[in-house]
């Protein structure tokens, strides 16, 4: 590992909560030295801004790999030896302008000055907040879909979960697109185990062709299949998504997909879970 290791510099661990590492930061700051201690100040600066983190997660852990299975005896070493991680909750959309026949899709470069993947290309979404929870909307999901993302959930499953995760979604589109969407239905659940998430995609519309760049944003436009700058793209999950979104309008239906992101150097592949439902 060639960049220092934040979460140990703050004694917390790799799926600590932004409470639990500013917790940590405060105890460590206010030990004897800890105020003149620079990289407790630049541990606490990455791991305390959710874009940054994301970013040194994928810098340094990108590498890791993903443990082959075992089985007798050398399985209860194994899991004996291994640390149980809390994959975090991610959405995104895939936002669809469908109204001339061909399709385009919305996405945004980031500005080139931006710390987390300065010119790249990426469809709005981001970690689900507490505050999702929280917020009340015009519309709600269809049971259909609430059904869809509980479907083999993880963790404490429950439709205010499974709601979190789509207004997250919308949120950030908000955010990173000033744009105001209708969500369709799921598309593709990527696990990422190199950074602890579990993504969820889904696929949407514009009511209405009005959008902008966020504030970290360059540019905002749609694009058609042919134009998508594909070797600019930000993350793996938005090559698959894309992928598989044209692949499945060509057979004309659009499934819901599971899998697996596993990279392998600068190389990411997906490994289907399961057939689609």
Known sequence: MDKPDYYAILGVAKDASPEEIRTAFEQAQAAPGGDENSALAEAYDVLSDPQRRIFYDQQVYVTATVPRRRSGPEAGASAAAS????????????????????????????????V???????????????????????????????????HDMKGAASEARARAIALAAVRETWEEACSRVEVDELFAVFNLPQINQVYMMFRAHLPVLEFAPGVESLECKLYYEHEIPWAELAFPTITHTLKRFFQDRAQGRFGLHFGDIVRDGHHAEFVPRRPRP
Request: proline fraction near 7%; hydrophobic fraction near 40%; glycine fraction near 8%.
């Open 83 to 114: 640390k149980a991680i809390r994959p975090r909750d991610a959405a995104t959309l895939i936002i669809v302008d469908a109204a001339s026949g061909t399709p385009r899709i919305l996405m945004g470069r980031r500005r080139d000055d931006v």
């Open 116 to 150: 987390f993947m300065p010119g790249k290309y990426v469809f709005p979404g981001g970690r689900v907040d507490r505050e999702d929870r929280l917020v009340s909307s015009a519309d709600d999901l269809a049971p259909g879909e609430i059904a869809r993302l509980m």
